[in-house]
């Protein structure tokens, strides 16, 4: 984003210059620019800016009697300041945040928010419970990797519940614990679980970079109930 904010100043910068353009040589716009980029340099000193580019700037200037040039450095320290001291924030994050507001529209009141990197211990965790339920029934069919599985996990484990295996996990655990549990794939690399009790509920976002490639968790949302629909808790 800092670049965003760069550019924005530097384009300030030439638009404050048209009414002068008639006057301006081409060594005018190329000291101009010059003198903005020399407000690049400065001294990080323990968090606080030292805007050494604009000093030398600021000293050349009043030597020379250069005061066309004030307006570019002006603008240079102002740049400089700004994006120094915005906080860095990514596209990324930017889409984070967008997505988790979409989230959040469909809870009553949000609890808590657990967010994960793909290279987090959480899934290789969780996979290793996964496959220790499929050794205590071999013969069981329900794949291991599957998101609901391996939210189901988190979830049980979360409320300290002891869990079975594999088949008793898909089957029977929402009957004997009661609670409701949905799946929604908005698209082919996200998957959203819901496991919902009574008294509160849990939704695991799950994604995927490829359509071959694993699910990761990468959020998990606490809420105390849904807005549009009450599920029917067995």
């Known amino acids: 984003m800092s670049w965003i904010l760069w550019i924005c ?18 060594k005018d716009w190329v000291i101009i620019i010059a003198a903005f980029l020399l407000c690049e340099l400065y001294v990080d000193l323990f968090g606080l800016l ?10 050349y200037m009043n030597k020379k009697k250069k005061f066309l040039y004030a307006k570019a450095l002006m603008f240079g320290l102002i740049t400089v300041f700004v994006i120094f001291y915005t906080p860095k924030i990514s596209f990324q994050q930017i889409k984070a945040l967008s997505e988790s507001n979409k989230y ?25 419970a996964a496959n220790h339920l499929k050794d205590k029934n071999p013969n069981s069919e329900i794949p291991v990797d599957d998101p609901h599985v391996v939210f189901s996990i988190w ?47 849990y939704m695991g976002v799950f994604e995927r970079e490829h359509e071959k490639e694993p699910y990761h968790l990468r959020t998990i949302y606490e809420f105390d109930r849904l807005k549009t629909w009450t599920p029917m808790i067995p």
């Open 9 to 26: 100043f530097f384009v300030s910068l030439l638009l404050s210059y048209l009414d002068q353009r008639k006057i301006l040589k081409l």
């Open 50 to 59: 030292i805007p050494v580019g604009f000093i030398m700037g600021l000293i």
């Open 104 to 128: 959040t529209e469909q809870f009553n009141q949000v609890k808590a928010v657990s967010n994960f990197k793909i290279e987090s211990d959480i899934n290789n965790v969780l996979q290793k």
């Open 155 to 201: 979830v049980l484990q979360h409320r300290n519940v002891a869990l079975q295996d594999l088949d008793w996990l898909w089957y029977k655990a929402p009957l004997e614990l009661h609670y409701y549990w949905q799946i929604n794939r908005p698209d082919p690399l996200v998957t959203l679980e819901y496991v919902v009790f009574n008294e509160v509920g």
